[in-house]
């Protein structure tokens, strides 16, 4: 066998620093290097735009320059006897290109512009290039961040013999550091400081770190810090196939680690919301298990004398593990809803609850999965390799894994086959990373036990129950008060509330999240994603005027750009207009699709997502108008809500100065702004950075109390009201929405650039660097949800300015009554939030008489009214009849087109024997819900028992005109038969209905004459 000796054999060193200090320092460095990470992905966002192709690019090139540098700087290790002074300089220059990347993106617009304007229709290969550029970028700061770890190794291990204990201490030492880091950047520095404040404080810890390294290397003496003090024992050196195994046992390690972090990502956006704060809620405690699962490791590997068995054992533990996290996670959101639901809750005290949740979630195989470095060292040591370099392949192997994990997962596993399947997939990697460990020392009777073991994990991981969809569809952050109150009014569990909010017509995972298409019990259609609603009836008020209300300000529109689809309304609208092309920028494939389903082109969008002159674009908003050539006459930005990690990138100052170069001479931008879960401060926010953006403003509310519009110009803001109404088909559109002229529209107009800035005076403004909405909005979701912002620091009512009016006293008079009916059914909901719904309804009622067609108070009728109908049928159920009665014709008196509240008070009414009444209420059932088929029904039945025989016998006969496999019917429509003495044609009816459905036999017989 042959013998090798490893490395130089340099003199004995004449000082050598102490093990402790080293690893503090080694600690010191891992707390910048996440800070820089969580800083450079929203600094290349900027650019990049929110995608998760421009996050994966930036993480995957962070990641392969630290496995690349980790390489290049094992083998600049092992030959140098000065890799404390290296190290030093490794930080001076992390130091030093940190304090200048940020002026880099901006620098490289011109490149981006132009890969734009050849790859932009084409999503991968725009990306592609963008991976590319990203790559280069970051390769030379994540080069020496890699080529830390090696240099650290080989001054703090004097032998091979110590390299996996040794090692495993100064990785776990640095993991947890970047633990703190992560926690520091996502929670301290970048909500308090901003992005330039984040980047150069961890930039000065660098600078910090480098004078700590030259100071050891000082104290060091001549270049000798750190090497062997003797020579190192011969070892036996293995075969290359045995190395080989290691590196890919060690790579799958690395893909399944962090393709479940992209999915508990994935995962815990839709529990906790798409908030900024989810990134730092899974990282913090998946680096910090990481590092101390490493410094346990390595106090266990010298005590256990076979690092494989050890290995396999904690790679199919990190499986079991995932397993175990799925159903733990399926019940964060039960107790997420109980938590923030309550009164006193916090912000603070919830995250800190989330934060304990998903460390309880992870802490298994994040722990298996930091311990599995020290034993993979251990491994390859046993080749008689020197230190630096089998640090570096390993470290290469471990993030080249980790990058096919994170594309595979985010770009393959999740889109095409779900979460339930990802999570499958990735316990599976982990238990070939197990066998594959075991074979590298093979023996017959350990790679029986292994493989049998790894079939095990397997099996359970295909057997293993599902994710609940219902509970994690639900939103439970955001709609964690709704989902409590239903509960308590209802008397069901949470859980079963949950999965009932709606019928799945369609449902997808796409490159961003989930998508899915609901129908409600009313039969209205909504779009989902990741469980929050972003189309639905409800806001086809806003969605209409966000694009009749620039069109119309702007004298000659040809061409629009629409950020964000949704269900396709507001292009819908836009259509309506004459123009030359619209250009819809949609940052979700999945949304796209929805857009284009049948229900939703039906309910929504009337085929406009295919109308002429409609070009789609599955890009970011923010980088295409950064990026983009392109010039528009309108321009209307209506994104996902605030609280959506990223969102607030398009309602920064610097991106409206954007918008404005993308504008033609006299375009008009339009920004349509949440009110509703938003605090009054961060409304004046958003007013104050627009005011300050455009020279010409004007606000409107689309929906009173709840969402608003801007518009902006380089020119006076004049509506051509006549324009908008002389079309029939426009006309049509805003009175499907309670505008019936130009009155009701102006009804909506609150101001202007003056009244704008006075409103907003003091706010501070949202820019690139200082993400003022990013990180307040997801803490208002809670605070400001008891009472509208409006209440707190109500809006300014401007006179209707001359040239926003048309001559005429009979509009302005119209305008004057719309706002008076806005400003009652304000109040109204104050009065509601106060619990004096007497009040209230008072307050609502002349709130309708003022604007009967006002969609917001109709709503709200019907909410109060449900309140009533929800109390009615609990009353019911329980058996108490006359409390029922009370509430249902309570909900009929607020709420006359309440069809349920008829349809349940007759059903009652005829129970008690009381027909003629039971016939009125049915037949307002009817008149309020036409085309249900059980309503009719029972109204015969209702009539039949009043012996009104003709008019029940015509409405059962439509019935089964309509439906002839109708059996309930044709069994009614024969007794009514029977009792009018036509027993042949009643047994023909009912032999029909038993031919269709067997179990109607019972019902016939029950029915049928005793003779």
């Not at 592609?128 to 550029?133: M, T």
């Amino acid at each position: 066998m042959r013998q090798c000796r490893l490395g130089p054999v340099p003199r004995p060193a004449t000082f050598a620093p102490r093990f402790g200090p080293l690893a503090f320092v080694f600690f010191l460095s891992g707390i910048p290097a996440l800070i820089h990470e969580t800083a450079w992905l929203k600094l290349f966002a900027l650019v990049l735009g929110h995608g998760y192709f421009a996050v994966a690019a930036t993480t995957s090139a962070f990641l392969l320059g630290l496995g690349l540098g980790a390489l290049a700087g094992g083998r600049i290790a092992d030959r140098s006897r000065r890799s404390l002074a290296l190290y030093g300089f490794a930080e001076a220059w992390i130091c030093l290109y940190a304090v200048l990347l940020p002026l880099l993106p901006r620098a490289l617009l011109p490149l981006f512009r132009a890969v734009y304007a050849r790859l932009g229709e084409s999503f991968l290969a725009f990306n592609l290039v963008q991976f590319a550029i990203v790559l280069v970028v970051l390769l030379p700061p994540t080069l020496a961040m890699g080529a830390t770890l090696p240099l650290m190794f080989r001054a703090a291990i004097p032998d091979a013999q110590r390299l996996a204990r040794r090692g495993g201490l100064l990785y776990g030492a640095n993991t947890l550091g970047a633990a703190a880091g992560a926690a520091l950047g996502a929670f301290v520095l970048l909500p308090g400081a901003g992005l330039w404040g984040t980047l150069y404080a961890a930039a000065a810890a660098n600078a910090g770190l480098a004078v700590a390294g030259f100071v050891l290397a000082r104290q060091a003496g001549s270049a000798r810090e750190g090497t062997p003090e003797a020579p190192p024992a011969a070892v036996e050196r293995p075969g290359s196939a045995s190395r080989v195994l290691v590196l890919a046992a060690v790579a799958m390690t690395g893909l399944a680690g962090l393709g479940c972090q992209i999915a508990w990502t994935r995962l815990l956006a839709r529990i906790y919301g798409p908030t900024p704060y989810v990134f730092g809620l899974l990282l913090f405690p998946y680096i910090l298990f990481h590092g101390m699962g490493a410094l346990a490791a390595s106090w266990l590997v010298p005590r256990l004398g076979r690092p494989q068995v050890a290995f396999g054992l904690l790679q199919l533990a990190a499986g079991v593990g995932v397993l175990l996290s799925l159903d733990r996670l399926g019940r964060i959101p039960l107790g997420l809803v109980e938590l923030a639901s309550r009164p006193e809750a916090t912000f603070g005290a919830i995250t800190f609850q989330e934060l304990v949740w998903t460390s309880m979630a992870v802490a298994v195989p994040t722990l298996a999965g930091g311990a599995s470095f020290p034993f993979a060292l251990a491994l390859w040591r046993a080749s008689g390799r020197e230190i630096g370099r089998p640090t570096g392949s390993l470290y290469l192997s471990n993030t080249l894994g980790a990058v096919a994990g994170a594309f595979a997962t985010g770009y393959f596993l999740v889109p095409f086959f779900g979460l339930d399947a990802a999570f499958r997939t990735l316990v599976a990697a982990q238990a070939a990373a197990a066998f594959l460990a075991l074979l590298s020392r093979p023996r017959a009777r350990g790679l029986l036990v292994g493989l049998a073991a790894a079939a095990v994990v397997v099996l359970l991981a295909t057997r293993a129950p599902g994710l609940p969809r219902h509970r994690i569809e639900s939103a439970p952050y955001r709609n964690a008060t709704d989902l409590a109150h239903k509960a308590t009014t209802l008397g069901f569990a949470v859980d079963r509330v949950m999965a009932d909010e709606g019928e799945f017509l369609y449902h997808e995972e796409d490159l961003l999240g989930s998508v899915s298409i609901r129908r409600d019990g009313e039969g209205k259609v909504s779009i989902h994603v990741d469980g929050n609603g972003i189309a639905g009836e409800g806001d086809f008020p806003t969605f209409r005027l966000i694009a009749h209300l620039p069109l119309a300000a702007h004298p000659e529109p040809r061409s629009v750009l629409v950020i964000g689809l949704g269900g396709g309304v507001t292009l819908r609208s836009a259509t309506l207009h004459p123009l030359r092309s619209i250009d819809v920028v949609e940052i979700s494939p999945g949304v796209i699709r929805a857009a284009a389903h049948p229900s939703v082109r039906e309910a929504m969008n009337h085929d406009a997502v295919g109308a002429p002159g409609v070009r789609i674009l599955h890009q970011d908003g923010r980088t295409h108008v950064l990026l983009a050539e392109d010039r528009y006459d309108v321009i209307v930005s209506q994104p996902h809500q605030l609280w959506v990690d990223g969102v607030s990138m398009l309602f920064t100052r610097e991106f409206y100065a954007a918008a404005r170069e993308r504008l033609a001479p006299g375009g008009v931008y339009c920004q349509w702004v949440q009110g509703y879960t938003i605090s009054a401060d961060n409304v004046a926010t958003i007013l104050a950075t627009f005011a300050a953006s455009f020279e010409y403003v004007a606000l409107w509310e689309t929906i009173p109390g709840s969402d608003y519009c801007l518009l902006g110009s380089d020119r006076p803001i004049c509506l051509d009201t006549g324009r908008l109404f002389e079309d029939p088909a426009r006309r049509e559109d805003l009175l499907e929405i309670g505008i019936d002229g130009p009155g009701r529209l102006l009804a909506g107009y609150l101001g202007g650039r003056e009244e704008v800035l006075l409103w907003a005076r003091d706010a501070p403004l949202q820019t690139d660097t200082g993400d003022v909405l990013g990180y307040s909005v997801p803490v208002d979701i809670l605070h400001a949800r008891g009472e509208p912002f409006h209440l707190a620091r109500p809006l300014p009512r401007a006179e209707f300015p001359t040239d926003l009016a048309l001559v005429g006293e009979r509009v302005l008079q119209a305008a004057r009554e719309g706002r008076e009916a806005r400003l009652e059914y304000l109040a109204a909901e104050a009065e509601f939030s106060r619990d004096r719904e007497a009040d209230g309804l008072s307050r609502l009622a002349r709130a309708l008489a003022l604007d009967p067609n006002l969609p917001a108070a109709r709503g709200t009728r019907r909410r109060v009214a449900q309140d009533h109908l929800v109390q009615g049928e609990r009353a019911r159920e329980a058996g108490r009849v006359d409390t029922a009665c009370r509430e249902y014709e309570r909900a009929v008196a607020i709420d006359p087109e309440l069809w349920q509240a008829h349809y349940n008070l007759a059903g009652l009414l005829v129970q008690m024997g009381e027909h003629a009444r039971a016939l009125e209420h049915y037949q307002a059932a009817v008149a309020a819900a036409p085309d249900r088929p059980e309503i009719h029904r029972n109204l015969g039945n209702t009539l039949a028992r009043l012996e009104r025989w003709p008019e029940a016998e015509a409405i059962f006969r439509r019935l089964i005109e309509e439906d002839p496999r109708d059996t309930l019917t044709l069994v009614n429509l024969g007794s009514l038969l029977a009792r009018t003495g036509r027993l042949a044609e009643a047994e023909e009816l009912w032999a029909r209905a038993v031919e269709i459905d067997p179990a109607r036999r019972a019902q016939v017989e029950r029915v049928r004459p005793k003779k």
